[in-house]
């Protein structure tokens, strides 16, 4: 036997860890004609949809501006229809004024 004092910690008898473990890597695919083939035909329909994207986009920025200059459009005409209306109104009451204004002379005289 071995007579020790009382040690508080474990004595590493067999050193463990050392060596490294083996790491797991994915498995490399070799490019075959076949993946080029899908990746190509992947990247047509993905530049297809890139250019149908940009062409909806432009669309729809044309409408919109178009949708604009008819609101526009219509605020000008609405404009203008609301200044004669006022413009008319005006002269209505400046010829009944003028005419009760009138009317009021003639009795005047009687």
Same mark, same amino acid.
């Given at each position: 036997?071995?007579?020790?004092?009382?040690?508080?910690?474990?004595?590493?008898?067999?050193?463990?860890?050392?060596?490294?473990?083996?790491?797991?890597?994915?498995?490399?695919?070799?490019?075959?004609?076949?993946? #080029?083939?899908?990746?190509?035909?992947?990247?047509?329909?993905?530049?297809?949809?890139?250019?149908?994207?940009? #062409?909806?986009?432009?669309?729809?920025?044309?409408?919109?501006?178009?949708?604009?200059?008819?609101?526009?459009?219509?605020?000008?005409?609405?404009?203008?229809?609301?200044?004669?209306?006022?413009?008319?109104?005006? #002269?209505?009451?400046?010829?009944?004024?003028?005419?009760?204004?009138?009317?009021?002379?003639?009795?005047?005289?009687?």
């Amino acid at each position: 036997m071995i007579n020790k004092k009382f040690i508080s910690r474990v004595e590493n008898f067999e050193q463990i860890g050392l060596n490294p473990i083996k790491r797991i890597f994915p498995p490399i695919y070799k490019k075959s004609n076949l993946n #080029q083939g899908v990746i190509k035909e992947i990247l047509i329909r993905h530049k297809r949809y890139i250019k149908e994207l940009g #062409q909806k986009k432009r669309e729809e920025k044309i409408e919109k501006q178009n949708e604009l200059e008819e609101m526009m459009k219509r605020d000008t005409t609405i404009k203008k229809r609301a200044a004669k209306a006022r413009k008319t109104l005006t #002269q209505i009451r400046k010829n009944v004024d003028e005419f009760e204004g009138s009317g009021k002379e003639n009795h005047a005289d009687c």
